[in-house]
């Protein structure tokens, strides 16, 4: 009797930033949600498309929990879809924006 050959997973094609073939690993991004203490400060919700895997939370989650003034990020994955990313904090929007686009992602308005 043979065992089956399983072939390797692809690639992730373009629309996932995080896991194209030349992008270069985030370390500590593997969660699927990343979420830090809860703090005082207003929360703003953003809409962020080409996300498509928990790396791409992870990433998403540390480059804006980053920020100075950010004290709490949730990421709600919609594979493939708009996910809701909440930033409660005093970070300036622009800011916010600014680092989830410079991670690879787009911020869509409205």
């Given at each position: 009797m043979t065992e089956p050959m399983s072939s390797p997973l692809p690639m992730a094609s373009g629309g996932c930033s995080c896991c194209a073939p030349d992008a270069a690993p985030t370390p500590g991004s593997d969660a699927a949600e990343a979420s830090f203490p809860a703090a005082s400060g207003t929360s703003t919700t953003y809409r962020v498309e080409?996300?498509?895997c928990g790396h791409c939370v992870g990433t998403i989650a540390g480059a804006v929990s980053a920020l100075h003034?950010?004290?709490d990020v949730k990421?709600?994955?919609v594979a493939g879809g708009i996910s809701p990313v909440t930033v409660t904090g005093a970070a300036s929007s622009n800011?916010?924006?600014a680092a989830i686009e410079e991670?690879?992602?787009?911020?869509l308005t409205s």
């Open positions: 080409g996300m498509t003034g950010v004290n990421v709600e994955l800011t916010v924006r991670a690879g992602y787009r911020v």
